[in-house]
T-cell receptor
């Protein structure tokens, strides 16, 4: 089955700096890679996703890059703000089966004001 | 309305109790899911309903019993739980099986 490794497990940055979280996956058949943000006391929220037919996707301060050859994908957050502090999960899945996504173990991001 | 609503937010139950968790979505999504999440861990898939029919059961113990009364509602019936079942139970829905929309979860404590 699919295996997703996520690094780092914790990340602390100063407000205004950039943050990068990296994930690697094992199953070359995976073709959908979402990122979720989970704030304390809330459920995960999809913040950005990418399909295997593109290499990069951007949404305001958030971007995701995908390298299919190396089987890794990354989340980039620029101009971080305190409200970006949360746990971030990457995931990988095959075809139209988001519910069976394999999640990474999560990264706790702390943005210091 | 882009929300998945879960009730109750918190639940404490004894090992002999019977309780139910409820989930509702009004986005017209065709698939609904139950996940279990332990502290500092990613969500683990329990059940998937597609078009109101159970399509995936991830070998979940029978003390957890899902029910999908209609396309907007999803229940999880709990009976004779163990303390290790204490966790955050998340409901999610999706329309196209690509994007998951999660509720805020029910924090369950089994005493």
């Amino acid at each position: 089955g699919e295996n997703v490794e996520q690094h780092p497990s914790t990340l602390s940055v100063q407000e205004g700096d950039s943050a990068v979280i990296k994930c690697t996956y094992s199953d070359s058949a995976s073709n959908y890679f979402p990122w979720y943000k989970q704030e304390l006391g809330k459920g995960p929220q999809l913040i950005i996703d990418i399909r295997s037919n593109v290499g990069e996707k951007k949404d305001q301060r958030i971007a995701v890059t995908l390298n299919k050859t190396a089987k890794h994908f990354s989340l980039h957050i620029t101009e971080t703000q305190p409200e970006d502090s949360a746990v971030y999960f990457c995931a990988a899945t095959f075809n139209t089966n988001a519910g069976k996504s394999t999640f990474g173990d999560g990264t706790t991001l702390t943005v210091k004001p | 309305d882009t929300e998945v609503t879960q009730t109750p937010k918190h639940l404490v139950m004894g090992m002999t109790n019977k309780k139910s968790l409820k989930c509702e979505q009004h986005m017209g999504h065709r698939a609904m899911y139950w996940y279990k999440q332990k502290a500092k861990k990613p969500p683990e898939l329990m059940f998937v309903y597609s078009y109101e029919k159970l399509s995936i059961n991830e070998s979940v113990p029978s003390r957890f019993s899902p029910e999908c009364p209609n396309s907007s509602l999803l229940n999880l019936h709990l009976h004779a739980l163990q303390p290790e079942d204490s966790a955050l139970y998340l409901c999610a829905s999706s329309q196209d099986s690509w994007k998951l929309f999660f509720g805020s979860g029910t924090q369950l404590s089994v005493l």
